[in-house]
């Protein structure tokens, strides 16, 4: 799969840095490769430093199950090709009620 605008949410911009969030149905694996996010020809801005909070769904976004979150810092920009880090967090989730 690609990148897909609609689900990348600025939570805030805090002392010069962003704050995403980023809703998807792809492993982080996926998301955290270079030029996945790229400020070249997408809408968004990223800077070396800023924060990305990644939802992994199993189904739906938004209404399917969570399977995951992961945390990404950008640590690279090259070109317009984003670079972030691996999944710090690699946080899974079970609901057992």
Known sequence: MAF???DLANMGTFNGFNLWRYDT????TAVDATGYFNNSDDD????VGDIIFTVDWTTAIRSGTIAG????IVNA?????VDITDNVLNASFADSD
């Open 4 to 6: 897909i605008t609609a």
């Open 25 to 28: 149905l792809e492993a982080s």
């Open 44 to 47: 968004q801005n990223f800077q």
């Open 69 to 72: 979150m992961g945390l990404h």
């Open 77 to 81: 920009v090259s070109s317009g090709a």
